[in-house]
């Protein structure tokens, strides 16, 4: 919870470059997380299971409603911090080092 609470307030404070590869690893991960958790209130037959699930497919698509913003968030800020060109870390390229001029050595006659 504490990285939620950073990441929000660097977000609403604009673009914060510092903050795009923890943001990306953060919505993925909790996108991940996810699809298995909707893919079970789906297709799992909670009858047969000791544990309490929906019973009807009323209950399942309203837990599937509650559980979905869950998802849908951290896919709308992976796609601001992967799109956005205020998250980029592009930088420019370093300027080439000019070789130093070689001294020449005058030869004595």
């Known amino acids: 919870m504490p990285f939620c609470v ?4 660097a977000m609403l404070l604009g673009s914060r470059k510092w903050m795009r590869t923890p943001l990306i690893i953060y919505s993925s991960h909790i996108a991940t997380t996810l699809l298995p958790i909707l893919y079970s209130f789906a297709v799992d037959d909670f009858a047969k299971m000791k544990r309490v699930g929906p019973e009807t497919e ?6 599937i409603a509650v ?3 869950f998802l ?3 896919l ?3 796609l601001t911090v992967a799109c956005s060109g205020s998250y980029s ?3 420019q390229p370093a300027p080439a080092k000019s070789a ?5 050595h005058l030869k004595s006659h």
Do not use: C, F, G, H
Request: aromatic content about 4%.
């Open 6 to 9: 950073v990441a929000s307030i």
């Open 58 to 63: 009323e209950e399942r698509l309203k837990l």
């Open 67 to 69: 559980y979905a913003p």
């Open 72 to 74: 849908v968030m951290p």
């Open 76 to 78: 709308l800020i992976l």
């Open 89 to 91: 870390q592009t930088t």
């Open 100 to 104: 130093a001029p070689k001294k020449k």
